[in-house]
Nanobody, 121 residues
């Protein structure tokens, strides 16, 4: 089992920057990947960025070149999302996600509580 605690959301003007953090606790050695998803009103939750335990990174096309996902390599239980050149369309609730797998059981997702990011034009 994993617990995820996010921080760092807020209100920023277009063109500004924010940094989100997500700290995982619990059975973190069984986490295969961590990432950030977002959900705007009326939209489905979508992947923003993901990093695997092996360091493979994926980004949504809409954020490539503007957002950077990274992790605390020492502790390996914290991931960050640096968001630059923010646009009003980035406004959403951002959720931290962990893909957790114990033994040969299917991988299951864990979610943080979400943090609001609002970008004003």
């Amino acid at each position: 089992q994993v617990q995820l605690v996010e921080s760092g959301g807020g209100l920023v003007q277009a063109g500004g920057s924010l940094r989100l953090s997500c700290a995982a606790s619990g059975s973190i050695l069984s986490i295969n990947a961590m990432g950030w998803y977002r959900q705007a009103p009326g939209n489905q939750r979508e992947l923003v960025a993901r990093i695997t335990s092996g360091g493979i990174i994926n980004y949504a096309d809409s954020v490539k070149g503007r957002f950077t996902i990274s992790r605390d390599n020492a502790a390996k239980n914290t991931v960050y999302l640096q968001m630059n050149s923010l646009k009003p369309e980035d406004t959403a609730v951002y959720y931290c996600n962990a893909e957790w797998q114990f033994g040969f059981s299917p991988s299951r997702p864990f979610w943080g509580q979400g943090t609001q990011v609002t970008v004003s034009s």
